[in-house]
């Protein structure tokens, strides 16, 4: 079966500078990867998602870039905002179906 | 439109006891799935129905099992509650884009 990296689990930065959360996955047929964010004590929600015909996507302040033949995608997050402290997990797929996540990563945004 | 609806939010069990968890959706979305959230350890798919009638296992189904009721409502059950089995437990629904989870189950089995 599938099995997804994420890396680092934790992931301090100055508010305005970059955030970038890195992820390896190990299934050659995956072509789902998205990523969510969890807030303390709330459900994970989507915040941007990518297929495998795409090598990358960006919405605002974030974007993910995707590297199929090295099998691995990350999420970079530009001009930090204490409001993006949560917890980030990536996962993958097909098709949004039985998504496997990573183990997460723990952003904090220090004002 | 409520999304994904689960019950309840909070549960104590003792060890040996029995529960349910249940998980509903207004989105007629026809793939759920229950996940389990630990520590450093991210979700782990613990069952999941890809429609109505059909359940399959995921990573760690033991100590579980589930019912898909109908194309709304998938359940997930405890039948001899165990301390490692103390979680947060996350049902969703495969929808456009993505997952979409309901608010969680904290489960503490002492």
């Known amino acids: 079966g599938e099995n997804v990296e994420q890396h680092p689990s934790t992931l301090s930065v100055q508010e305005g500078d970059s955030a970038v959360i890195k992820c390896t996955y190990s299934?050659?047929?995956?072509?789902?990867f998205p990523w969510y964010k969890q807030e303390l004590g709330k459900r994970p929600q989507l915040i941007i998602d990518?297929?495998?015909?795409?090598g990358e996507k960006k919405d605002q302040r974030i974007a993910v870039t995707l590297n199929k033949t090295a099998k691995h995608f990350s999420l970079h997050i530009t001009e930090t905002q204490p409001e993006d402290s949560a917890v980030y997990f990536c996962?993958?797929?097909?098709?949004?179906?039985?998504?496997?996540f990573g183990s997460g990563t723990q952003l904090t945004v220090l004002p | 439109n409520a999304g994904v609806t689960q019950t309840p939010k909070f549960q104590v069990l003792k060890t040996g006891q029995s529960m349910t968890l249940q998980c509903a959706q207004d989105?007629?979305?026809?793939?759920m799935y229950w996940y389990r959230q630990d520590p450093g350890m991210g979700l782990r798919l613990i069952y999941y129905?890809?429609?109505?009638?059909?359940?399959d296992k995921g990573e760690v189904p033991n100590g579980y099992n589930v019912s898909r009721l109908n194309k709304r409502e998938f359940s997930l059950r405890l039948e001899s509650a165990a301390p490692s089995q103390t979680s947060v437990y996350f049902c969703?629904?495969?929808?456009?884009?993505?997952?979409?989870f309901g608010s969680g189950t904290r489960l503490t089995v002492v």
């Open positions: 969703a629904s495969t929808g456009t884009p993505g997952y979409t």
């Open positions: 299934d050659s047929a995956s072509n789902y």
């Open positions: 990518i297929r495998s015909n795409v």
């Open positions: 996962a993958a797929g097909g098709s949004a179906r039985q998504l496997t």
């Open positions: 989105m007629n979305h026809n793939s």
């Open positions: 129905s890809a429609s109505e009638g059909t359940t």
